[in-house]
């Protein structure tokens, strides 16, 4: 059971995570389908190198307390953890602190997905398991979230929508803030064909603009490729995307032509500022 000082309790289900959303919010998150749209796709490796720069970014650090905003799957959670299991082990830093990480999200399938393949495993493989302490909850980032202040080292937040005054609160003094969006150019094959949405022309601009309040930009990375996919990888990276919520469920998506496509995304590093 959670408990908060003004007396309010919630309980965590048998799943390992407390929900508490009120039930006024009218947004939904990502749906069970759209969730295997995304497994299907970045299990088949078309991110890792999004993943693996987003960890270095992450491990440069060394944090122990990481929050992930907009979890999904918890791919790149499990990357970062992962990444930073291995570099604790290496230099022996992981007996002083205890890895934690939070994996919220406003869909409960997402966050029960994250929680039940957040045991990673330390190099080399066959040694004992390590499992960084990860807890699960479901929550409207638009809402005042309820996580105590500077609980968090890290904020994550990969495609995923941010509440800068509620990230500003919740990161220690000199946190860092990991955020992923996509470039215009993300999608464009499959934009002309009417099979996903725009992106914001000044995304990145207007990102940096929300943030400069609380938040110094400190790095900034570009990755784009153009991929060339199977059919089912082409449903699948249309399935996972908001798109999806546009034209019923994924499944029904029909592989389209073309299979080369464009992803392109901005790895942006923010340093917490002020008081
Ligand atoms: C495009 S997906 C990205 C998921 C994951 N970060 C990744 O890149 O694989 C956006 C995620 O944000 C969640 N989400 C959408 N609106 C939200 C909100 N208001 N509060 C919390 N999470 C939200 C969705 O349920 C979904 O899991």
Same mark, same amino acid.
């Given at each position: ?127 004992? #398991? @390590? %499992? /960084?302490?990860?807890?699960?909850? +479901?929550?409207?980032?638009? &809402?005042? !979230?309820?996580? $105590?202040?500077?609980? *968090? ?98 499944? #029904? @998506? %029909? /592989?389209?032509?073309?299979?080369? +496509?464009?992803?392109?995304? &901005?790895? !942006?590093?923010? $340093?917490?500022?002020? *008081?």
């Amino acid at each position: 059971m959670l408990g908060c000082d003004a007396g309010h309790r919630f309980d965590v289900n048998r799943r390992g995570y407390a929900s508490l959303l009120s039930g006024s919010t009218k947004l939904i998150g990502d749906s069970a389908a759209m969730l295997d749209a995304r497994d299907a796709f970045l299990e088949k490796g078309w991110y890792t190198e999004l993943r693996d720069a987003l960890s270095r970014l992450v491990g440069a650090g060394r944090p122990r307390r990481v929050v992930d905003i907009g979890c999904g799957t918890g791919y790149y959670l499990r990357g970062v953890l992962s990444a930073l299991e291995q570099a604790g082990t290496a230099d022996g830093s992981s007996a002083e602190a205890e890895l934690r990480a939070l994996a919220v999200d406003l869909s409960p399938v997402a966050v029960a997905r994250t929680l039940r393949t957040a045991t990673i495993r330390a190099e080399p493989a066959g040694s004992d #398991s @390590v %499992a /960084a302490d990860t807890a699960g909850l +479901v929550a409207d980032v638009w &809402s005042p !979230l309820p996580i $105590r202040d500077a609980a *968090a080292d890290v904020i994550i937040n990969v495609f995923a929508p941010r509440n800068a005054t509620e990230f500003h609160r919740i990161l220690s003094p000199d946190g860092l803030l990991a955020v992923v969006v996509p470039h215009p150019t993300h999608l464009q094959e499959l934009r002309a064909a009417g099979l996903a949405l725009d992106v914001h022309a000044n995304k990145v601009d207007g990102l940096i603009d929300s943030l400069s309040g609380g938040f110094r930009l400190e790095s900034a990375d570009d990755i784009s490729r153009v991929l060339s996919l199977s059919p089912t990888d082409v449903g699948a990276l249309i399935g996972m995307g908001p798109s999806s919520h546009h034209s019923g469920s994924p499944a #029904s @998506v %029909a /592989a389209p032509a073309p299979t080369d +496509v464009t992803v392109a995304f &901005s790895l !942006l590093g923010f $340093r917490r500022t002020g *008081a």
